[in-house]
């Protein structure tokens, strides 16, 4: 027989599809029943914004908080000067300290949206592991800490067996990692209690040396949970756009373009995103993602709005929905809109509109663009364009004009003042 949890948190989690794997469902069940327990989910520094990918695991905190458990959130200050090799055919770009603060910074706007930061029992701590990573003596932790992993276990792990399979090249500097992490995890549990690690399915492994590596130090019992490796119902991964990665803050991705892409969830996936990304109640998911026809199209509005709403505010939401209904529905230019602004230098004797469509991020290349506008997908001011080789000058932009890349992603092109 299964083992049905009794504790809100793991509860919420199982009925709205967050869990793949636990170390030890019950004995963390009865942890959690018993008292407060301290859970992290680590985070690498490796951009100036999270993206939609991470936002799996943000909800997984923001409902361990509500559900009465304490979230640490963990920038990778150290771990990111290393770079994590899971399921990577090549090593990440190296970033400098003050870069790696700068992201750090940036990701920060993120968490405090979804969760409360302070010095109650349940209050998320933010912690950085160059905290205790940086003033590492080499020695001493390959003597103390080295010593308890085994490199032919390290080999049997997926995320390292798939590069090595591939015969990718696979340097010291990444085969290091996942002892940090591993590492880190204990100093978590040494510092504050922290009886959780959370991640993705990619983190199994990473997870499981952590818990080794605690017992055999610390004799400490402490426990992993992973979600899902999110994908699509088209089997693409979750967060991938034509127009590159959808992020979070909103200084790289505005607010209207998140909202436009939970809008454009496919039929399938509506329910399913429901329950992972808003707080809906799970029978009002189930209800909503059964719809057809028009109907779900107002259920895929309303996911839009719960989930925009939660990173950038129920203004911000509704402000979106407005400009898409303008947009969409009254062929309206939308305020909202992204915009690219250009000046007349920029111009200069005149501009293709395959450069603009380009610039405007409705296709990755020129080619794209072109292709676009042969198969009759791109649009100027809501009229068919058909004419690759159209130039446009400065007085003809001198008002806005709207480009459109098929019915659904649309940008403004406007001069500057």
Known sequence: MTYQPKSDFLV????????????????????????????????????????????????????????????????????????????????????????????IAGMQQVFDRYLSYGEAPTDALMKNNAEWLDGLNYLEFLRDIGRHFSVNRMLSFESVKSRLDREQSLSFLEFNYMILQAYDFMELNRRYGCLLQMGGSDQWGNIVNGIDLSRRVLDAEIYGLTTPLLTTSDGKKMGKSQGGAIWLNAEMLSPYEFWQFWRNTTDADVGRFLKLYTELPVDECDRLGA???????????????????????????????????????????????????????????????????????????????????????????????????????????????????????????????
Not at 24 to 53: F, N
Not at 321 to 341: N, Q
Not at 355 to 384: C, T
Request: charged share 25%.
């Open 291 to 417: 719809l057809e026809g028009a109907e779900i199209n107002e259920a895929k509005v309303l996911l839009a709005n719960e989930v925009t709403g939660l990173l950038h505010g129920s203004e911000a939401a509704a402000t979106a929905e407005a400009t898409a209904r303008e947009v969409f529905e009254k062929g309206g230019m939308g305020d909202d809109l992204p915009r690219l602004t250009l000046t007349v230098a920029d111009i200069g004797d005149g501009i293709s509109v395959v450069q603009l469509i380009v610039r405007a991020g409705l296709a990755g290349s020129g080619k794209e663009a072109k292709r676009l506008i042969a198969e009759g997908g791109a649009r100027l001011d809501d009229a068919p364009l058909d004419n690759a080789g159209l130039i446009l000058t400065a007085q003809e932009l001198a008002s806005p004009i709207k480009l459109s890349a098929g019915k659904k992603r649309h940008a403004l092109v406007d001069l500057s003042a």
């Open 12 to 103: 919420t989690i199982m009925e709205r599809g967050f869990l793949a794997d636990c170390t030890d469902l019950q004995a963390l069940d009865e942890a959690m029943v018993a008292g407060v327990v301290p859970a992290y989910i680590g985070y690498d520094a490796t951009a100036a914004s999270l993206h939609v990918g991470h936002l799996l695991n943000i909800m997984l905190l923001r409902w361990f908080q509500k559900c009465g458990g304490k979230p640490i959130t963990l920038m990778g200050g150290g771990t990111t000067k290393v770079g994590d090799p899971s399921f990577r055919s090549d090593e990440r770009p190296l970033l400098g300290p003050e870069q790696i603060d700068a992201n």
